[in-house]
């Protein structure tokens, strides 16, 4: 019988670096084998698993034989996803559907299913628990999503409104104010889901300016 794989649990990463990790994955995929960065679409999942990615065939052998041949049966048999649907079906809480996309999505270990992860994030989003007013972070991951088009139909002007989300939240931490401010500027410099401006623009970059201030 084959043990699911027991990977580190997400939940001893801070937040902000799993988004940092999380969009560096979702801009700029690399293969699994060589690491080397390429066009999302270029990239092959395993068949079996669907967790790690690979840009050719040579890639993928190589891998097998040092590194996934140990890893890809357990991971199929840990069925995360199932977790996971577990979570956006019947948990209020939205850390953990935050949690639970960040793995699916990036595939931690996990089937990845992109789709499912903004279903998680949406969830999160909207939840009042732990955080009053949603998770700020869900709202970054779908602005990317919607941003680059990643399990779902690419949509600048709903990536604009998720950024806008994350700066008008009460409470979203500055780090996280500072990703949605820089994402702002650039839709507002190059008109991206919104009407270009040049002055809503620098008004985003001088409260990206204010937060770096107060972060020392």
């Not at 049966?73 to 639970?100: K, Q, V």
């Not at 941003?147 to 139909?153: D, F, K, L, Q, T």
Request: glycine fraction near 10%; charged fraction near 25%.
């Amino acid at each position: 019988q084959i043990e699911p794989y027991c990977h580190p649990q997400p939940q001893a990463m801070s937040s902000d670096i799993m988004f940092t990790r999380y969009a560096k994955d979702l801009k700029n995929p690399t293969c699994d084998g060589c690491k080397k960065s390429t066009a999302s679409g270029d990239l092959q999942l395993c068949a079996a698993c669907r967790s790690v990615r690979y840009c050719s065939q040579p890639c993928q052998r190589a891998h097998w034989k040092t590194t996934h041949k140990s890893q890809c049966a357990s991971i199929t048999a840990g069925n995360f996803e199932s977790f996971a649907r577990d979570d956006l079906e019947s948990t209020p809480d939205g850390t953990s559907c935050f949690i639970s996309g960040i793995r699916v999505g990036s595939g931690d270990y996990a089937t990845r299913n992109p789709s499912l992860a903004v279903q998680l994030f949406e969830k999160a989003a909207k939840s009042q628990t732990p955080i009053s007013g949603g998770h700020p972070i869900a709202m970054l991951c779908l602005g990317l999503h919607y941003e680059c088009g990643v399990g779902v139909e690419k949509d600048c002007g709903a990536a604009f409104g998720w950024y806008e989300a994350v700066v008008g939240h009460e409470d979203p931490g500055g780090s996280t104010k500072a990703e949605a401010y820089r994402a702002l500027a650039r839709f507002y410099q190059d008109g991206l889901g919104t009407e270009k401006s040049e002055d809503e623009a620098r008004k985003c970059l001088k409260a990206l300016d204010i937060l770096k201030d107060e972060s020392g």
